[in-house]
Nanobody, 126 residues
Framework: QVQLVESGGGLVQAGDSLRLSCAASGRTFSSYAVGWFRQAPGKEREFVIAVSWNGGRTDYAHSVKGRFTISRDNAKNTVYLQMNSLKPEDTAVYYC???????????????????WGQGTQVTVSS
C-alpha cells in the first residue's frame, strides 16, 4: 500500500513561486511513476506533470511547460512540484498520484494512477 499526503499549498501572488510536497508512507516511493493533477472550481481535473519511476522521462501539460518542474527525493520518500512564474489560472486544488504498478513510465492519463492524495489548495492572485 502507498499513502500520499500533499502539502505546501497556499495563497501567493502572480509571478511568485511555490513548492508542493507529496509525502508517501507505507510502501517505498522510489519504484513508482508519479504525476500531479489539478482541478479548478467548475472544471474537470486535468493533467499537470508526471515523471517515470526512475526519473528518465517527464511529461508536461502545455500550460505549465517551462514553469513547473517535478522532482523526487527517495531518501525522504517525497515527490515535489516546483511551480515558478505562477499565474492566476494556476489556481486549483493540486493532487499527486502514483501508479499501481512499479517501474512504470510517465503518464498523463488519470486512469493509469491508483494512489491519490487528498489535494492541496493553490490560489494565485493577480
Amino acid at each position: 500500500q502507498v499513502q500520499l499526503v500533499e502539502s505546501g499549498g497556499g495563497l501567493v501572488q502572480a509571478g511568485d513561486s511555490l513548492r508542493l510536497s507529496c509525502a508517501a508512507s507505507g510502501r517505498t516511493f522510489s519504484s513508482y511513476a508519479v504525476g500531479w493533477f489539478r482541478q479548478a472550481p467548475g472544471k474537470e481535473r486535468e493533467f499537470v506533470i508526471a515523471v517515470s519511476w526512475n526519473g528518465g522521462r517527464t511529461d508536461y501539460a502545455h500550460s505549465v511547460k517551462g514553469r513547473f518542474t517535478i522532482s523526487r527525493d527517495n531518501a525522504k520518500n517525497t515527490v515535489y512540484l516546483q511551480m515558478n512564474s505562477l499565474k492566476p489560472e494556476d489556481t486549483a486544488v493540486y493532487y499527486c498520484a502514483a501508479q499501481f504498478r512499479p517501474f512504470a513510465s510517465a503518464s498523463s492519463q488519470q486512469a493509469d494512477y491508483y494512489y491519490w492524495g487528498q489535494g492541496t489548495q493553490v490560489t494565485v492572485s493577480s
